[in-house]
C-alpha cells in the first residue's frame, strides 16, 4: 500500500483529461475545508481518515483516477450533463432534455448525497458516497467546469486549441492548460497556495460580497418568493421523497450558472489563437478561479446542511 503522501504528490503530478484536472479538483477540496461546520468537518475526517489526510483535497482526485478502471466504468457518465444547447447562441440546461436516461452530474448528486448520510451502508461505502460526492465535490466541482456542461462536440473535447504552443483542445485546456499555467505563475505551483488565496477572498476579499449568492440556489431571474435554497433540496430528497435519484434544484441552478459562460465567453476565440498566452488567457483566469471558489463553497454549504441542519455561512 503506498503511504497516502506518495499517493497524493503522485496524483497530483497525473495530468488529467477528465473533470477539472487534479489540481482543479485538490483546490476545490482545499478552498471547502475551512467553511466545514463542526459536524461535517468531523464526519469529513473520520471517513477519510490517514489515507487521504483528513482533508477534501486529497480525496478529490479519486472518482477521476477511478472512472477509467472497469470496475468504476459504469461512473464515467455521472461527470457531467451533456446540455443540448446551442452556444454561443443560446444555452440552457434541461434535465428531462439532457438527463433522461437519469445518469448524469445532476442525478449522481442526488445520489450521494442520499448515501453519505444512509446508516444502512458501511464505512467504505460511506467513504465512497462522500470521495463521489466529496466525488461530489468533484461533482459539485465539476459542475462549476462550463464544458462539463456542454454537448457541442463532447463538451469541446472535439475542438482543437493551442496551449502554450501545444496541441490541445478546449476541454482540456478549460481542466488543466489554463490552471497549471496560472499555478506555475501566480501561486508557485502550490494548490494550497492558491487555495488559501481563494478561502481568503470569500473570507475578507473581492468574493465576499457575493459568496451568499453562489449558495443561493435560485437564478437571479426567480422570484424571491419562490427561491429554493440548499435545505429545501436536502429535506425534499431525505424526507419528501427518500432516495428520489431525480435532479435536484441546486445542482440544475449550478449547472445552469457554469453554461452560461458556454455562451459568453468559452467559445470567444478564433482559429489558431494560443488560448494559455493571449487575452483568452487573461479574461478565462478571473472566471475559473471563481468557479472553483464557487465549487469549494458550494460542497462546504451543502455538507454543512447535511451534517449540521444549516449551511452556517454568510
Ligand atoms: C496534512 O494536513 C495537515 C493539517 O491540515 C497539514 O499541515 C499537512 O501539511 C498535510 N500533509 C500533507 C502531506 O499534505
Ligand atoms: C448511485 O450510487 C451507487 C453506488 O455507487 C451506484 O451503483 C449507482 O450507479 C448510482 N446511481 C446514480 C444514478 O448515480
Ligand atoms: C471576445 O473576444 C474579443 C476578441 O478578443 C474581445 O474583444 C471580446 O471582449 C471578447 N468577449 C468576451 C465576452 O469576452
Redesign the pocket.
Given at each position: 500500500m503506498k503511504p497516502?503522501?506518495l499517493a497524493?504528490?503522485l496524483s497530483a503530478l497525473v495530468p488529467s483529461v477528465y473533470g477539472w484536472g487534479a489540481n482543479g479538483h485538490m483546490t476545490v477540496g482545499f478552498v471547502a475545508?475551512p467553511f466545514l461546520s463542526p459536524k461535517a468537518l468531523s464526519f469529513v475526517q473520520t471517513s477519510l481518515g490517514s489515507t487521504y489526510?483528513?482533508?477534501l483535497?486529497?480525496a478529490a482526485t479519486w472518482a477521476d483516477e477511478v472512472r477509467s478502471q472497469t470496475a468504476f466504468s459504469w461512473s464515467a457518465p455521472l461527470h457531467f450533463v451533456d446540455a443540448e444547447d446551442n452556444p454561443p447562441t443560446s444555452c440552457s440546461v434541461s434535465e428531462t432534455r439532457d438527463c433522461s436516461n437519469g445518469e448524469c452530474i445532476l442525478t449522481a448528486i442526488a445520489n450521494y448525497t442520499t448515501r453519505v448520510v444512509d446508516q444502512s451502508l458501511s464505512a467504505e461505502q460511506i467513504q465512497e458516497a462522500l470521495k463521489f460526492l466529496g466525488a461530489f465535490m468533484m461533482f459539485l466541482g465539476d459542475i462549476t467546469q462550463p464544458l462539463h456542461v456542454e454537448a457541442l462536440k463532447l463538451g469541446g473535447n472535439d475542438i482543437a486549441a493551442t496551449c502554450s504552443g501545444s496541441s490541445s483542445n478546449l476541454h482540456a485546456v478549460w481542466d488543466s492548460g489554463i490552471i497549471n499555467k496560472l499555478l506555475a505563475a501566480n501561486y508557485g505551483n502550490s494548490v494550497?497556495t492558491w487555495a488559501n488565496t481563494l478561502v481568503t477572498r470569500i473570507k475578507t476579499g473581492t468574493y465576499k460580497s457575493i459568496a451568499s449568492s453562489w449558495i443561493s440556489c435560485s437564478s437571479i431571474t426567480t422570484p424571491v418568493s419562490s427561491r429554493r435554497s440548499i435545505e429545501e433540496d436536502i429535506f425534499d430528497i431525505l424526507v419528501l421523497r427518500p432516495r428520489a435519484i431525480t435532479p435536484l434544484e441546486c445542482p440544475l441552478v449550478w449547472a445552469q450558472d457554469s453554461n452560461a459562460f458556454d455562451c459568453s465567453f468559452v467559445f470567444n476565440f478564433s482559429a489558431g489563437q494560443d488560448l494559455c498566452t493571449s487575452s483568452y488567457f487573461t479574461n478565462a483566469v478571473p472566471i475559473i478561479e471563481q468557479q472553483i471558489a464557487k465549487g469549494g463553497y458550494r460542497l462546504a454549504a451543502w455538507l454543512n446542511v447535511l451534517f449540521d441542519g444549516a449551511t452556517n455561512l454568510p
Open positions: 497516502a503522501y497524493f504528490t475545508m489526510n483528513k482533508s483535497g486529497p494550497n
